[in-house]
């Protein structure tokens, strides 16, 4: 149990389809991250939240849209997504910016 | 720009035997250095981290990395390694400066235990 809790787990979506991942920590963390991880590559940061402010966006397509309506949830909107799109999406919070960064277990996210 | 470099993306070792997983960072300011491990099918979990205070950094489940500015090294080591230490690791460095906490991780090194 790492306090942040992501859902659903796995995610099979058609490229027209639209759906959101949650995100929802349990530490009173005041900030909440989104992070891209593929296959044989870096875990890619996409974006940061800092007191529901986005402080972060990095050069992510416009096709994810994250929301952070308070500072235990934050969700990624998803529509019209690639192929590449595939990949594991991991959350993670921080107590503050510069503190370590606390992850949850990831969706797995299929694009058909 | 701040960069790590994970040598070797899979080690692997017999139960019991020592555990090294190299990382090398580039950083023209002092760096702020973690380990990261992930668990088949889970997020990543946190073993320690370098904050420019003992260059010797001892970390969760046994695992230690000293930070030898030197070599630009951030090594990860185990004495005895035990079954439960197979999963994936990740070195990673803070950029320096602005207000987003923003890590840039490496590749990754999948580790293996053999019985």
């Known amino acids: 149990e790492t306090g942040v809790t992501q859902t659903p787990r796995h995610l099979v979506m058609g490229m027209t389809n639209k759906k959101s991942l949650k995100c929802e920590q349990h530490l009173g963390h005041n900030a909440m991250y989104w992070y891209k991880q593929s296959a044989k590559k870096p875990l890619e940061l996409m974006f940061v939240?800092?007191?529901?402010?986005?402080?972060e966006n990095n050069s992510v397509p416009s096709r994810f849209s994250p929301e952070c309506p308070n500072s235990s949830h934050l969700f990624l909107h998803l529509h019209t997504l690639q192929p590449e799109d595939s990949a594991l999406y991991l959350c993670?919070?921080?107590?503050?910016?510069?503190?370590?960064?606390?992850f949850g277990d990831g969706t797995r996210l299929s694009i058909l | 720009a701040q960069s790590v470099t994970q040598l070797g993306s899979h080690v692997s070792v017999s139960e019991g035997a020592l555990v090294l997983l190299r990382c090398n960072y580039s950083?023209?300011?002092?760096?702020?250095l973690f380990w990261y491990v992930q668990y088949p099918n889970q997020g990543l979990q946190l073993l320690l981290k370098?904050?420019?205070?003992?260059?010797l950094v001892k970390g969760i489940n046994g695992f230690e990395a000293e930070f030898k500015k030197s070599e630009t090294s951030f090594h990860l080591t185990k004495p005895s390694a035990h079954m439960s230490d197979a999963a994936e690791y990740f070195c990673?460095?803070?950029?320096?400066?602005?207000?987003?906490?923003?890590?840039?991780f490496g590749t990754g090194t999948l580790l293996a235990v053999q019985p």
């Open positions: 370098y904050t420019s205070a003992a260059t």
């Open positions: 950083s023209s300011v002092p760096p702020y």
């Open positions: 990673a460095v803070r950029v320096y400066g602005g207000a987003t906490n923003k890590l840039i």
């Open positions: 993670a919070s921080s107590q503050e910016l510069n503190q370590p960064q606390h």
């Open positions: 939240y800092s007191l529901e402010e986005r402080v």
